[in-house]
């Protein structure tokens, strides 16, 4: 089950879980669409794999199955980031 984690990784933005703007990459590291569209150009800085966006949780199941409410720490890894672009930037995720 997915997390649903309550902000965005990059700008601390909160990310609800019926958001229809948060991304996230296979490993859940969330991010608003800014973030991971513009900011970081769909290579996850974590590991460098793509972002899609999260599906809401609807209504009637978040009392039984609750979003997470741990905000993981804000800030982009820009080395890190910097070396999964390198390698990435032109291989299409299925590819990565
Ligand atoms: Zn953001
Ligand atoms: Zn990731």
Do not use: W
């Amino acid at each position: 089950m997915l997390e649903l984690r309550p902000s965005c990784e990059g700008c601390g933005k909160t990310l609800p879980p019926d958001a229809n703007d948060a991304m996230i990459c296979s490993f859940e590291c969330t991010f608003c669409e800014v973030c991971a569209l513009t900011a970081l150009r769909n290579v996850c800085p974590n590991c460098g794999g793509n972002f899609q966006h999260r599906p809401i949780r609807p209504a009637a199941m978040r009392q039984k199955h609750p979003a997470s409410s741990e905000r993981h720490a804000v800030g982009i890894d820009e080395a890190s980031h910097a070396a999964f672009f390198a390698r990435y930037r032109d291989i299409a995720a299925s590819e990565r």
